[in-house]
């Protein structure tokens, strides 16, 4: 294996520095651990547009770059060949250090900020710049999230007022408030306030009327949220800007709204079809706004959770009941040799019974996607649940008792026909 012929032509990112894992590890340790960070950055990610530009992107970056390398470290053989050509890389001087150094400067200036809960550093520093009179309105809003982030949200909501005391009518300051009041104290009626002020300065204000939809969103209004953003759209047909908001909002609403953590590895996931409906639905929404790599990224997302898997737990169900029409045939045909044909009826009955259940139940599995092939969002839902969906207990208990006719007859047959051997073998001695 080490003479094997790799090809260095292109440089290749070093996952085990960017993420400081130990390549020691067992690989599904560290499949685990890069689930956990990419359920951090998801949570990080749900604040949408709010976030500075910049710092949006970057999270973005960082999960597009733990998606590929989860795919890497969720097959044991699919890491053995990612290490075999990073150790050919590194021979040859073709590690992407322009890509470790910016995972690296994000997790330690931004990550450990907010998904490492370095709150109070946030505070401290924000603190120093605004007393050497850096007046920089931003800095109140990171302030603010850094409160929110501590359960302070009366301190993080007098932060931006103060912020507005300096900066009047600030509109990114006063959708902060309004994004904060909402999505971190949910009083709805306070970011109501916030936007209605934003509506008093400038009603056709991009920042006024995203914020509005938002707020709709957060509702449970959908209609009204995607009602608004239309209606401004005709008007506004070029504010990509607009756009681009209104769908980082969308996916951020997703996130929060649509996936519950995984308690085994802490990876977001879908565990409900009410949850992956209305997350397919948001992120087409976004994407028919602003089609970026982001929002393309959030959609085939969502659709993974539509991706759907057998459902080993049957398995057992469904060979058995093959076993037992392929036993029924045997009979069939046997009494067909034997010239017992007038008698074989009932057993080709129970043939074309046996096999035409199996046949229904992986028909059933495929199009009501409730017994042997299952969605994973559905898996997800019972993993955590026990619940299953309405009807799929149905369809396994038919299997199960079927199958178990099938199972417990054989069985006992044969332990009769032992028994009869034994006792035959008995009585001749």
Known sequence: MANKKVDTTE????????????????????????????????????????????????????????????????????RKEYDLKLDAARQANMIDMDAQKLAKDLYEELLAMFAKGNYNGVLQRCME?????????????????????????????????????????????????ARLANTGMNDFDKSQQYINRMMEIDSENNLAVSEQSYLYLTNGKQDLAYQLVDEYMEKHPNDMDFRKNCAY????????????KDPDNGAAIIAS????????????????????????????????????EFNDENKKNIIWLFIGGALYAFGGIMQIVTGAVNQSAGVWVGCLV??????????????????????????????????????????????????????????ISWKLIKFSFKLAFHLAS
């Not at 909002?249 to 519950?260: E, L, N, Q, W």
């Not at 898996?379 to 299953?388: A, D, E, P, S, Y």
């Open 129 to 177: 710049a605004l007393n050497r009179n850096i007046r920089d309105y931003r800095l109140y809003i990171l302030m603010a999230q850094s409160y929110m982030a501590l359960n302070n949200p009366d301190n993080s909501i007098k932060t931006i007022d103060n912020g507005l005391q300096v900066h009047p009518d600030n509109m990114p300051l006063l959708r902060a408030g």
């Open 273 to 308: 079809q009410e949850d992956y409906q209305k997350c397919l639905d948001t992120c087409n929404k976004a994407v028919s706004l602003y089609n970026d790599e982001n929002t393309k990224a959030a959609l085939d997302s969502a659709k993974y959770f539509g991706t759907i």
């Open 11 to 78: 440089k290749m990112r070093d996952y085990y520095a960017e993420y400081q894992l130990d390549p020691n590890m067992k690989t599904k340790d560290i499949y685990k651990e890069l689930q956990r960070k990419s359920g951090e950055l998801r949570s990080q990610m749900a604040n949408g547009s709010l976030n500075d530009e910049s710092i949006q992107q970057k999270l973005q970056f960082a999960f597009n770059s733990l998606a590929e390398a989860i795919k890497i470290f969720k097959k044991e053989d699919r």
């Open 249 to 260: 909002d969308m996916i951020g609403y997703s996130y929060s709204s649509c996936y519950t």
């Open 354 to 411: 046996m096999f035409v259940l199996a046949g229904l139940l992986i028909y059933s599995g495929i199009r009501l996607r409730q017994f042997s092939y299952r969605p994973y969002w559905q898996i997800n839902k019972f993993i955590l649940t026990g619940k299953r969906e309405k009807g799929e207990g149905k369809y396994i208990l038919i299997g199960q008792i079927f199958a178990g006719y099938m199972e417990w007859g054989l069985k």
